[in-house]
């Protein structure tokens, strides 16, 4: 079983080397809310219209807030790191939706900091904890057999509601009366009396084991597809907590707006042209990215498991991601404004 062969777990032999590549991923996540700055510094408000230089530039600045999450992760897969910078690693590719989480947490009891300040403190903080709690060096595959079945079993059945929520965004290519029409019928079932609070339990049951199963394999290295994973699924843990956040608490509870269409798409500014909304645009993007490519990650698992062949599941998987990869696009493109018709 090739694919489950595990890297050899380097750090012990460290020693007391200073690890230089540790602390980077926080260094990366405090960067994130200035390539934004940056980003919205170049684009300006709708009443402006941007240079073609400008344009180049914010999109330039767009890729490299897309890289931060993705430089986290591809830190968080190497051998010689220790546990406490491996977890630091996977939490700094949570950068973009822990982003927007901070934003409505400090919305909601009205702080009077600056989101990046907060937000920078929080990271010398993290890094800090990474580095000096104890944070032992575990097997390489830690006992989660029962957990992982249970948080697949729920997965499988909380797919049905994320396919008909991202297929109802998809809607929004043709324009927002489509989607308004297909969530009105989705909310018959998905926001009932007995479906929300079981859509909402089960979500909560799949963050708690999904961050326990996260926790045990990060405290030893994995190979590429296994990072993959904790990585995308440590991702969704907190975009979901953070998104029912904002959708329960925020808009119903706190602004008492309805969650819809101008709701999702930060009307009326829009995603593009807003200082506070640009940081929705990486959010939304990664959390459907993260959410069917971490479905593959996995189907990639089951079917091995189940003795398909490494190589067949491997290329399986690749082109799970390619598709996560292009309906994240097409959402994001729609929430945008683009309409095919
Ligand atoms: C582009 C990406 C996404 C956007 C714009 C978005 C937007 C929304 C909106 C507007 C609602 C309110 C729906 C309503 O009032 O009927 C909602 C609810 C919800 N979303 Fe998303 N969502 C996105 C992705 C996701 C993903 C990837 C997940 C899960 C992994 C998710 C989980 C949920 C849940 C659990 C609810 C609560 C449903 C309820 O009202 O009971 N969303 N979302």
Redesign the pocket.
């Known amino acids: 079983m090739a694919a489950f062969t595990q890297p050899r777990d380097r750090s012990a032999t460290i020693g007391l080397r200073f690890d230089y590549l540790a602390p980077a991923p926080a260094g990366a996540a405090i960067c994130y809310p200035f390539l934004l700055r940056a980003f919205h510094a170049m684009v300006g408000t709708q009443a402006a219209t941007p240079s073609p230089l400008a344009i180049v530039a914010a999109t330039l600045i767009l890729i490299v807030a897309f890289f931060v999450p993705f430089f986290a992760i591809a830190l968080a897969g190497r051998p010689d790191a220790n546990p406490g910078a491996r977890r630091l690693a996977y939490a700094a590719g949570t950068t973009p939706t822990l982003f927007v989480l901070l934003g409505v947490v400090q919305a909601l009891i009205h702080s009077p900091l600056p989101d990046e300040l907060v937000w920078s403190v929080l990271w010398l903080v993290i890094a800090i904890w990474s580095q000096t709690a104890g944070h032992p060096a575990a097997t390489m595959r830690p006992t989660v057999g029962r957990w992982r079945i249970v948080h697949g079993m729920t997965a499988a059945l909380?797919s049905l509601?994320?396919t008909f929520?991202?297929a109802n965004?998809l809607f929004g290519l043709i324009g927002p009366e489509p989607h308004a029409a297909v969530?009105k019928i989705?909310?018959v079932v998905?926001?009932s009396g007995v479906?929300?609070p079981l859509?909402?339990a089960a979500?909560l049951f799949q963050i708690g084991t999904g961050l326990f199963l996260a926790w045990r394999w990060s405290a030893a290295p994995q190979r590429f597809h296994r990072t993959f994973q904790v990585a995308s699924g440590a991702y969704?843990s907190l975009?979901?907590l953070g998104?029912?956040n904002s959708?329960?608490i925020y808009a119903r509870t706190f602004l008492g707006i309805?969650?819809?269409?101008n709701?999702?798409?930060g009307a009326p500014t829009g995603l593009i042209h807003d200082a506070w909304n640009i940081r929705l645009l990486p959010h939304?993007?990664l959390?459907?990215f993260f959410?069917l490519s971490h479905l593959a990650s996995g189907l990639r698992v089951v079917l091995i498991a189940h003795g398909v062949n490494g190589g067949a599941a491997n290329r399986l998987w690749g082109a799970g991601v390619a598709a996560s990869a292009v309906i994240?696009a097409a959402?994001?493109v729609g929430?945008c404004g683009v309409q095919v018709r």
Not at 258 to 261: A, K, L, N, R, V
Request: net charge neutral.
């Open positions: 909380l509601f994320v929520h991202l965004h969530m989705g909310r998905y926001r479906g929300e859509l909402v979500m969704l975009y979901i998104h029912m959708v329960f309805p969650t819809d269409w709701f999702a798409i939304y993007a959390g459907v959410v994240s959402i994001i929430m």
